[in-house]
């Protein structure tokens, strides 16, 4: 069965860094758009960043653009995301999610996105 595993997530200071990653098996990675969600207390879940196919596009939210990076290696099946200069605002469970469309306007939208992993938490502290 699909499985997507992210690991890396924890409790950091304003202005450190994380770097998590995502494992997948049991989907043909390379068939997949990948891209990395954030839901906090209270609030909805939102899209973070996405990555082609290939790595040769990636797009970014507004708020986390120039601090995060995401990139993925299709020899291993897995997807990182860096987190740089974090912010408390940054704090929430952060998701890999699977989506099989090429069509980038589906790319920011959760529903679009077939497979999930279980989430890791990011928690920055003023």
């Known amino acids: 069965q699909v499985q997507l595993v992210e690991s890396g997530g924890g409790l950091v200071q304003a202005g450190g860094s994380l770097r998590l990653s995502c494992q997948t098996s049991?989907?043909?990675?390379?068939?997949?758009?990948m891209g990395w969600f954030r839901q906090a207390p209270g609030k909805e879940r939102e899209f973070v960043a996405v990555v082609s196919r290939t790595g040769a596009i990636t797009y970014y939210e507004g708020s986390v653009k120039g601090r995060f990076t995401i990139t993925r290696d299709n020899a291993k099946n897995t997807v990182a995301l860096l987190l740089n200069s974090l912010k408390p605002e940054d704090t929430a469970v952060y998701y890999c999610?699977?989506?099989?469309?090429?069509?980038?306007?589906?790319?920011?939208?959760?529903?679009?996105?077939?497979?999930w992993g279980q989430g890791t938490q990011v928690t920055v502290s003023s």
């Open positions: 999610a699977a989506n099989p469309s090429l069509d980038g306007s589906t790319w920011v939208s959760s529903w679009q996105y077939d497979y």
């Open positions: 049991g989907l043909t990675f390379t068939n997949y758009t």
